[in-house]
């Protein structure tokens, strides 16, 4: 599975942001796919994740702010970022497990301005 991630960049503190994570293969039949991050010296966070059921969790830093969602016909999961903060600056990493299979994207990178 390949995961290719994208919509990461610079903005100010307040502002928004959406990430896409497009995979090569059906996520309807995956087990969950999630967004985690990880910020300089710091370990890799869950972010949210969502199941082809559309489950979500959320971390509680993010609850109310982020929403992530999934677009079965392109393949494609979404983390829409509202009223980002500085502290949620760091790589965001799409991950999709298929058959409990762990697929890694790679990261793009999200800094926000204080």
């Known amino acids: 599975v390949q995961l290719q991630a994208s919509g990461g960049g610079l903005v100010q503190a307040g502002g928004s942001l959406r990430l896409s994570c497009a995979a090569s293969r059906s996520i309807f039949n995956g087990n969950y796919m999630g967004w985690y991050r990880q910020a300089p010296g710091k370990q890799r966070e869950l972010v949210a994740t969502i199941t082809s059921g559309a489950q979500t969790t959320y971390a509680d830093s993010v609850k109310g702010r982020f929403t992530i969602s999934v677009d079965n016909a392109k393949n494609t999961v979404y983390l829409q970022m509202n009223g980002l903060k500085p502290e949620d600056t760091a790589v965001y990493y799409c991950?999709?497990?298929?058959?409990?299979?762990?697929?890694w994207g790679q990261g793009t990178q999200v800094t926000v301005s204080s």
């Open positions: 991950k999709a497990v298929f058959s409990w299979l762990n697929y």
